[in-house]
């Protein structure tokens, strides 16, 4: 008889530890993945930055040619009436 209650807290103690160590483990597994989320969700961050710098600055790039574009055009409208001037 004693033997038997002793086997039976053993074993309750037993399923016990194995409840709290898968419960440990659990818990470090959502860790794990939380971590890894985070990494994901900063770098996914990086590489929005990062697009928006490249964005930014094929914008500045564009606003640069247009410009020059402009003055060229002012240049070329410029010499077009100094030369309807000399025709006239």
Known sequence: D?????????AANATS???VIAM??????????MELQKKDM??????MEKDME???KD??????????DMEQQQKDMKKDM???????
Request: aromatic share 2%; with cysteine; proline share 0%.
């Open 59 to 68: 914008m500045e790039k564009d606003m640069e040619l247009q410009k020059k």
């Open 17 to 19: 530890n194995v409840y």
């Open 54 to 56: 490249l964005q930014k």
């Open 24 to 33: 440990e483990l659990q818990k470090k597994d959502m860790e794990k993945d």
């Open 2 to 10: 004693q033997v038997c209650k002793m086997l039976g807290a053993d």
């Open 82 to 88: 100094e030369q309807q001037q000399k025709d006239m």
């Open 42 to 47: 900063e770098q996914q961050k990086k590489d």
